[in-house]
């Protein structure tokens, strides 16, 4: 099995940084596609950052600019980046991984448990 864990988040003054981590682990052949995605209370989970094997990045509007995702593909370790917070920006935060297996066809998406980003002052 895979297991996806998060690190990073927390509380930031507006204008801040703050850099989250992913790290995934298990029987990973490859990891097809990885991005974050964020929610609040009410909402849906919306797509903010993905990185698709290959380089190709694609980012919410919303985050363009500000927010950069990153990834150590030796360690199948995901990062986002976050500059230029702003309170709008408060959720929390999941990560995702599109992973091909070692023990048998098929993609699957695996979730970390999320983590609290909160911008205020």
């Known amino acids: 099995q895979v297991q996806v864990v998060q690190s990073g988040g927390g509380l930031v003054q507006p204008g801040g940084s703050l850099r989250l981590s992913c790290a995934a682990s298990?029987?990973?052949?490859?990891?097809?596609?990885a991005g974050w995605y964020r929610q609040v209370p009410g909402k849906q989970r919306e797509l903010v950052a993905q990185l698709i094997s290959g380089g190709r990045t694609n980012y919410a509007d919303a985050v363009k600019g500000r927010f950069a995702i990153s990834r150590h593909n030796a360690e199948n370790t995901l990062y986002l980046q976050m500059s230029g917070l702003r309170p709008e920006d408060t959720a929390v935060y999941f990560c995702?991984?599109?992973?091909?297996?070692?023990?048998?066809?098929?993609?699957?998406?695996?979730w970390g448990q999320g983590t609290q980003v909160t911008v205020s002052s």
């Open positions: 995702a991984v599109d992973c091909l297996l070692t023990t048998g066809p098929g993609a699957w998406r695996y």
């Open positions: 298990g029987s990973i052949s490859s990891i097809n596609v």
